[in-house]
C-alpha cells in the first residue's frame, strides 16, 4: 500500500509532477541498491530500521504544512520527507519477498507467499484512495493526511517485524514443526556450517573416491 500510494502520491507534492516523478524513480533504485547488503547484515535490522525511519519521515510532513509560510520551501521540504519515506518503503518491498518466502517452511511456502501476496495487492487497491485524502480534506491537514496515513502504517509494519526471527545463515524449516521450532526466538540459531566430513573420501562407498556432500 504505502509503496504504490507514495509513488501515486508524487504529483500532489506542489512541485512539477515531472520532477517528483523522477525524483521519486531515482530514490527507489537507490533503495533497492542498498538491499545487497543483506547477506552481511541480515534481513531483520534493514527492514525494520527502512520501514520506521521512512514512516516517520512521512509523519513528519505535517509539521511542515503546519508551521511554515513559505510555499515553495515547504513544498519541497514535503518532496524531500516524502522520499525518505519512499526509500523505506522500497527496501521494505523488496526485504519482505525474500524474508517471507524464508520464514515459511517448504511444504507450504509457496501456497502461503500466494496468499500474502493477495493481502498485499488489497492494500494497493486502497492506496490510490488514500492518496485522494488531500481532495476531501480541506487545508494543510487535509495535504498532509495520506502521507501521515502511509507513515502510521509503515511505521506499525516495521515494528511488528521486530517479532519475526532472523533467517540470514540459517537453517531453513521444512516442515511445520521446524517453522514452530524456527519462531522460538529463545533458541540458539541454528548456523549453515560445513560439514565436517565434506572433501573426505567416504570408506564405505565403491572405490572410496566419492565425496559426502552435505545437504542443507
Not at 508524487?10 to 521519486?24: A, C
Not at 564405505?204 to 566419492?210: H, Q, V
Request: hydrophobic share 45%; proline share 5%.
Amino acid at each position: 500500500m504505502v509503496y504504490y500510494g507514495l509513488s501515486m502520491n508524487s504529483g500532489n507534492m506542489g512541485v512539477d509532477i515531472y520532477v517528483s516523478f523522477l525524483i521519486s524513480g531515482l530514490v527507489e533504485f537507490v533503495g533497492y541498491t542498498f538491499c545487497f547488503v543483506i547477506d552481511r547484515v541480515g534481513r531483520k535490522a534493514p527492514h525494520c530500521g527502512a520501514m520506521v525511519l521512512g514512516g516517520l519521515a512521512c509523519i513528519c510532513t505535517i509539521f511542515t504544512d503546519l508551521y511554515l509560510d513559505d510555499a515553495e520551501t515547504k513544498n519541497w521540504i514535503n518532496v524531500a520527507l516524502a522520499n525518505v519515506g519512499k526509500f523505506g518503503a522500497t527496501v521494505g518491498f523488496a526485504l519482505i519477498y525474500i524474508w517471507s518466502a524464508e520464514l515459511f517452511p517448504t511444504i507450504i511456502r509457496n501456497s502461503q507467499m500466494g496468499a500474502s501476496s493477495m493481502f498485499a495487492r488489497i492494500g494497493g487497491m486502497l492506496a490510490p484512495f488514500i492518496a485522494n485524502l488531500g481532495k476531501i480534506v480541506p487545508g494543510d491537514f487535509g495535504r498532509s493526511l495520506p502521507l501521515m496515513v502511509f507513515g502510521g502504517a509503515t511505521v506499525s509494519a516495521g515494528l511488528l517485524s521486530l517479532f519475526l526471527p532472523e533467517t540470514n545463515k540459517r537453517m531453513l524449516p521444512e516442515t511445520i514443526d521446524d517453522a514452530e521450532d524456527f519462531m522460538n526466538l529463545s533458541e540458539k540459531p541454528r548456523s549453515i556450517e560445513p560439514n565436517e566430513n565434506q572433501g573426505h573420501d567416504d570408506p564405505g562407498l565403491e572405490g572410496g573416491t566419492t565425496t559426502k556432500l552435505s545437504s542443507y
